[in-house]
């Protein structure tokens, strides 16, 4: 999804925005293993309204929306066992998806859905390709890398009974997803977004949620991209609360004081959800993300998680996540660029081994965007690719990364590990590698 490029002292991902290329796709499909599916956890009502504040240690926004203790059940806590594996464990894979709009509802959705009374909007053959994944990641479905952003707004968010046929889908039908899938729920909280969203948002995900799943939940998105409208607003919220930035040897100061202001951002939305399950939940994965392609970010938050100024409560995220994409537009160059990634993962590893916090992705794989005459598409069902991602995992494995690590993205045109939903297995070499693989680790 990114191509690296150098702006002033910072290395950043430029990721592509507009609609991918399509193709012909092919027809048929396969249902890969088996996994018995969870109960699906009806439709919560309205969360009351509350006050918002923002920036001083963890500010518990008001509203009720059920029990928020360390019970059992939809609490806090749970009394369920956890089905996925635990963020860190071992090596497991997830999925991105990105904007339905992009390349229509096809890929998702049955044909001719009645948003007012549908129980199950969902392709059955996505429900089945879903099925070697443990965590589902709704980065492009809130519009994190949006500004303005509706659904950054509790009163404007886009509603369950609404159109899903644009971005933003609502949070109930993500949550849905997750739970028929039995698949942990990943979530980019807007950077827009108040107190009161971040905790309102928490209860609807105690509420719905299937509690045998976790929720993971992120601070908008690649917060230091500054191709992305998010990095501005980060910047100014930064200069506003005039946050220290000591000098060090690997940013300039600008982008220390960057870097400090999405730590404080990301531990006080930590900190909204962890009002309502529990500082200890298991079921609570926080994420703090940095770049794939320079360990400088990963540096600074370090040190701005050990900041009395940034940090008052001393609130950690579970996880470091980064997006260790392979890029290149041809099979040659991709294998190249795998070996060449696993260096900045292990720089990672390093990294946040400071902290004690495991290294995960929040988005990777294939990036031949750049291939000329859709060459993207081609290298995409190019049955090379089958034992390069086999390779490419291995290799990712070996510098130290753990799971979940998230595709981008499960379908869609060039990225995409199948390029439609329809396609058959034998034509997305991809999507078989990535089988293949986990077979073989188990």
Request: charged fraction near 15%.
């Amino acid at each position: 999804m990114r191509t690296a490029y150098l702006s002033a002292s910072i290395l950043v991902a430029c990721s592509s925005t507009q609609s991918s290329p399509g193709s012909p796709a092919a027809t048929g499909g396969s249902t890969p293993l088996a996994r018995g599916t969870g109960g699906v956890v009806g439709a919560g009502g309205h969360l009351g309204s509350g006050g918002s504040t923002a920036h001083a240690g963890a500010s518990v926004a008001g509203g009720e929306a059920g029990a928020t203790g360390q019970g059992g059940g939809s609490g806090g806590g749970t009394s369920a066992a956890l089905v996925n594996p635990p963020p860190g464990s071992k090596f497991f894979v997830g999925a991105n998806f990105w904007r339905i709009d992009w390349e229509g509802t096809a890929d998702f959705f049955k044909p001719d859905v009645d948003w007012e009374t549908v129980t199950d909007p969902w392709q059955p053959q996505l429900l089945a390709d879903l099925e070697p994944y443990k965590v589902l990641r709704f980065m492009d479905w809130n519009l994190a890398n949006s500004d303005p952003n509706p659904q950054a707004a509790w009163s404007t968010r886009r509603q369950k009974t609404a159109e899903q046929t644009a971005e933003p889908i609502a949070y109930e039908w993500q949550i849905d997803l997750c739970n028929r899938t039995l698949e942990d729920c990943w979530f980019c909280v807007p950077i827009q977004a108040d107190a009161s969203y971040q905790q309102r948002l928490a209860r609807l995900v105690q509420q719905l949620l299937d509690p045998r799943l976790r929720v993971y939940v992120e601070y908008s998105n690649e917060v230091w991209n500054g191709s992305f409208p998010q990095a501005a607003i980060n910047r100014a919220n930064a200069d506003n609360l005039n946050l220290p930035a000591e000098p060090n040897s690997c940013c300039e100061t600008k982008d220390i004081k960057a870097f400090n202001g999405y730590v404080y951002g990301a531990v006080r939305l930590f900190e909204q959800f962890e009002a309502v399950f529990g500082k200890d939940s298991p079921r609570l994965v926080k994420v703090l993300s940095g770049q794939a392609g320079w360990d400088g970010p990963c540096l600074s938050h370090m040190r701005a998680l050990k900041s009395q100024a940034i940090n008052p409560n001393g609130t950690m995220p579970t996880v470091y996540a980064i997006a260790p994409y392979f890029g290149g537009t041809s099979l040659a160059e991709l294998g190249k660029a795998v070996t060449d990634g696993a260096k900045m993962t292990n720089k990672h590893v390093a990294c946040t081994a400071q902290l004690d916090l495991p290294l995960i992705a929040y988005e990777g794989g294939s990036d031949s965007y750049a291939a000329p005459n859709k060459g993207c598409t081609t290298l995409q069902h190019d049955p090379g690719m089958r034992d390069l991602y086999m390779s490419y995992y291995d290799t990712q494995v070996g510098a130290g990364m753990t799971g979940p690590f998230n595709q981008y993205t499960h379908v869609g045109s060039c990225w995409g590990l199948k390029e439609k939903t329809s396609d058959s297995l034998s034509s997305s070499p991809k999507y078989q590698g990535v089988l293949d693989w986990l077979v073989a680790h188990p």
